[in-house]
């Protein structure tokens, strides 16, 4: 079992930044791919960006292309999201999950775990 705790949302204005994390505890970690999802008001759930267990591989949102970027150490079982350039369109409760052991990052890949989520506000 892996519980995962997010961290760092808030309100920023549009062309900010904000550094989401993801604290993991229990359960393996480095073996999992790990994933940020986003869900927007009105709006179902969407895949923003993963990362393999070893950090080599990433997977990214079009639309977050060049302005996010996900990273991990897994010696401290973490993993963070750094958002710059954050538009409106940003706004959207994010979520931490982690996949199962040795899966893919794909979007379609089976995320097991959770967080609570963690509100990210932009203000244009």
């Known amino acids: 079992q892996v519980q995962l705790v997010e961290s760092g949302g808030g309100l920023v204005q549009a062309g900010g930044s904000l550094r989401l994390s993801c604290a993991a505890s229990?359960?393996?970690?480095?073996?999992?791919?790990m994933g940020w999802f986003r869900q927007a008001p009105g709006k179902e759930r969407e895949f923003v960006t993963g990362?393999?267990?070893?950090?080599?591989?990433?997977y990214y949102l079009d639309s977050v292309k060049g302005r996010f970027t996900i990273s991990r150490d897994n010696a401290k079982k973490m993993m963070s999201l750094q958002m710059n350039n954050l538009k409106a369109e940003d706004t959207a409760v994010y979520y931490c999950?982690?996949?199962?052991?040795?899966?893919?990052?794909?979007?379609?890949?089976?995320?097991?775990?959770w967080g609570q989520g963690t509100q990210v506000i932009v203000s244009s």
């Open positions: 990362i393999s267990g070893s950090g080599g591989s990433t």
């Open positions: 229990g359960g393996t970690f480095s073996t999992r791919p």
């Open positions: 999950a982690a996949g199962r052991n040795y899966g893919s990052i794909s979007p379609s890949s089976i995320y097991e775990y």
